[in-house]
């Protein structure tokens, strides 16, 4: 038997449909950054000049529609503070919803995947529609029973009125699921061997994950504020009827003040301007800050993040 | 003499283990008739043996047999399973450790385990082996500099980690890390400890280190160990009982297992003729 061949190893050839498959993801990541580009090159080009000190730190004391009368201070306190106190309500419970689904409840039980399945649910449901249930409940139900409960015979309704601790609470209800979704996935990615480890030291369940599991997840914790932040600060609809006020001489004082907001802010400049063209620089500049904000509350929250992870690695 | 316990129905009731644990000290850990369940399949079989005290008792046997399944029903690792079952009794101290008045808790506190692939906590090296003396409720800081050093020594690993106690666990090598988590278990001082293949991980010198450190130990604590390496089993243990297929094969000490095992099933796998 003569010995097996080696045949020559033919030149690379060049396939036309793997071409066009990668000018096409090309071309599409191209157009979305194009799509960006434009959005941002036009709003800090029109919204840039507008900007000064003044914009700034100003309320809208004078007259909110016209260009170099107005300022947004009042909606930067506003939108800042219902997004911070949402954070509070909406990290510490979906902190302690994804701890009960992954470390306590059974993952095959019934009440397990009907719990799962409500939560996926409630990402789908689009925000007016939690603007009516913070509304309807928040409001009107909750707030109505602690005035009946706290102020017998006031005449003037404390608490069931917008405010914006329900324009928070309506907040944190809608992106309870994000803050689960990305906790789940942190306590998922902890290897089971560490929770072994800590039970065998004869550790209970709760010292298993206040001292060895929520730790290691507190990263991924952060990324879920982090994206439910990005998602609320954005948002009108939710606070519509919850909290925003079209207009405020002064800054919330209480959680059962109302509050002015960026975003409510850039939809009354561009619908009740008497005169579009006056207030068409101060709509850019508006939406200039919105976006700024959100980057900021973003930046803050990647940092400490950031921080808890270099910690993490080195110290301990 | 070898002593063998048989599931095999006509042989349930002669429990010659007993004569292993008359020959070194009390049993310290003892099932009688314990079958368990993974939902509708049945992983152990009608066990019945004696592990003495202070003594290394190897568990060995093909992959699947149920040695690990037995070694974690001494500690009730296997609460943690969903669909697990259990008949038979688990006495751990002459204690019915299923027993529903029985805290798992305080069990676990005096059954240390060592698991098969390491798992130091990522913490410092120091709270690593500080973690479990905390769960006890000791505070005072001197108290547990000395506790630590005192169980990384009995480790072996003091000499090696004096200086970088507080740096990350995780920055050990495989057979360091192993040592850690064991300093870790027994800094507790636990009566018993369990090691569900503790060196399959690690290089052949680590691996000795491991087995120098197991001979060391059995002066102070009741050491089970799973292995898969036969070698290994014949140097270090006292006592060994080969499972197969879920049953108890045969128990006895490792000498005469190894040397003159009275079951032909045990001796093709202890000369490598089948596993």
Known sequence: MSNPVFNPIPPRRLDPVSLCFTGLTGLATVLILAILGVILANIVYHGGANFSWGFFTGGTAQDMFDVGKSGVLPMIAGTAARVILMSLFVIPAGVITAVYLTEYARSSSLHTRIIRGAVNNLAGVPSIVFGLFGLGFFINFLGQRLDAWLL????????????????????????????????????RAIPQGLREASLALGATKLQTVWRIVLPQALPGILTGGILAISR?????????????????????????????DLGYHVFILSTQSPNIDKTRPILYATVMVLLLLTFALNLVAILIRARIRTRMRAAH | MSITVNSHPALAGRDLSADAARNAGHPMIETRGLNLYYGPSQALKHISLKVPERVVTA????????????????????????????????????????????????????????????NPFPKTIFENVAYGLRLLGVKSKSDLQDRVEKSLRQAALWEEVQDRLHASALGLSGGQQQRLCIARAIAIEPGILLMDEPASALDPIATGKIEELILALKQDFTIVIVTHNMQQAARISDFTAFFYLGELVEYGRTITLFTNPSIKQTEEYVTGRFG
Do not use: H
């Open chain 2, 59 to 118: 568990f060995i046997g093909p992959s699947g047999c149920g040695k690990s399944t037995l070694l974690r029903c001494f500690n009730r690792m296997n609460d943690l399973i969903d669909n697990v079952r259990l008949e038979g009794q688990v006495l751990v101290g002459g204690q019915e450790i299923y027993d529903p008045e029985i805290d798992v808790i305080e069990l676990r506190k005096r059954v240390g385990m060592v698991f098969q692939r390491s």
């Open chain 1, 152 to 187: 017998p015979g006031a005449a003037e309704p404390v608490w069931g009125k917008p405010a914006i601790l329900w324009a928070s609470l309506t907040l944190a209800v809608m992106t309870l699921p994000v803050v689960i979704v990305a906790t789940e996935e942190s306590l």
């Open chain 1, 232 to 260: 609320a600060a954005g948002e009108v609809a939710p606070i519509l009827f919850t909290g925003a006020a079209y207009y405020m001489a002064r800054l919330p004082q209480s959680l059962t003040d109302q509050f002015m």
